[in-house]
C-alpha cells in the first residue's frame, strides 16, 4: 500500500517522459497554442525537443497537479535577431505570390529541409523576409497539467 501511496507523489525530474496538457499565451492573454481537446503532448525532458523554460516548469510536478509559469524569452525563443531579416527581389518570388506583411512563407535550405519565413515588410520591388520564430522576443505564459510520468 505504501508504494502505491508513493507512487501517485511521484514528481517529474530530468530525462522522465510525461504526458502534459498546456495552453501557452503571450502576456496580453492571447492564446497561441493549447492541446486542450486534443491529445496530450508526450516527450522525454532534456532531449531538447522543448523550450528550456517549459521543461523547467515541469521539473517536480506531480501527476494531475496544475500550475502557470512564465517563460522569459530567454529561455522561450530567445530574442529577435536582426541577422535574421533578408531583403528579397519581388522578381525572386513565385509570380502567384501576392505578399503581404505577416504573410508565411517556405523556403527550402541547400540540405533539403524547410525552413518558415514570415513577410516583414512590402516594398516597391522587394520585401523583407524574416527567419525568426514567430515568438522570438516574447515573454510566454503557459498553463500546465501533468497527466502522466512514464
Same mark, same amino acid.
Given at each position: ?7 501517485? =507523489? ?20 492571447? @492564446?497561441?497554442?493549447? $492541446?486542450?481537446?486534443? =491529445?496530450? &503532448?508526450?516527450? =522525454? &525532458? ?6 528550456? *523554460? ?7 510536478? $506531480?501527476?494531475?497537479?496544475?500550475? !502557470?509559469? !512564465? ?6 525563443? *530567445? ?6 531579416? =533578408? ?24 540540405? *533539403?529541409?524547410?525552413?518558415? &519565413? ?8 522587394? @520585401? ?15 498553463? &500546465? ?6
Amino acid at each position: 500500500m505504501e508504494t502505491q501511496e508513493k507512487n501517485t =507523489q511521484r514528481k517529474v525530474k530530468n530525462n522522465d517522459t510525461v504526458k502534459v496538457h498546456y495552453t501557452g499565451k503571450l502576456t496580453n492573454g492571447q @492564446i497561441f497554442d493549447s $492541446s486542450v481537446d486534443k =491529445q496530450p &503532448l508526450e516527450f =522525454q &525532458l532534456g532531449q531538447d525537443m522543448i523550450i528550456p *523554460g517549459f521543461e523547467q516548469g515541469l521539473i517536480d510536478m $506531480s501527476v494531475n497537479e496544475k500550475k !502557470t509559469v !512564465t517563460i522569459p524569452e530567454a529561455e522561450a525563443y *530567445g530574442e529577435v535577431r536582426k541577422e535574421l531579416f =533578408q531583403e528579397v527581389p519581388k522578381s525572386d518570388l513565385p509570380s502567384e505570390i501576392d505578399p503581404q506583411v505577416g504573410m508565411g512563407l517556405m523556403a527550402k535550405n541547400p540540405d *533539403g529541409t524547410e525552413r518558415q &519565413l514570415r513577410v516583414a515588410e512590402v516594398r516597391n520591388d522587394s @520585401i523583407v523576409i524574416d527567419a525568426n520564430h514567430p515568438l522570438a522576443g516574447q515573454d510566454l505564459v503557459f498553463d &500546465l497539467e501533468l497527466v502522466e510520468i512514464k
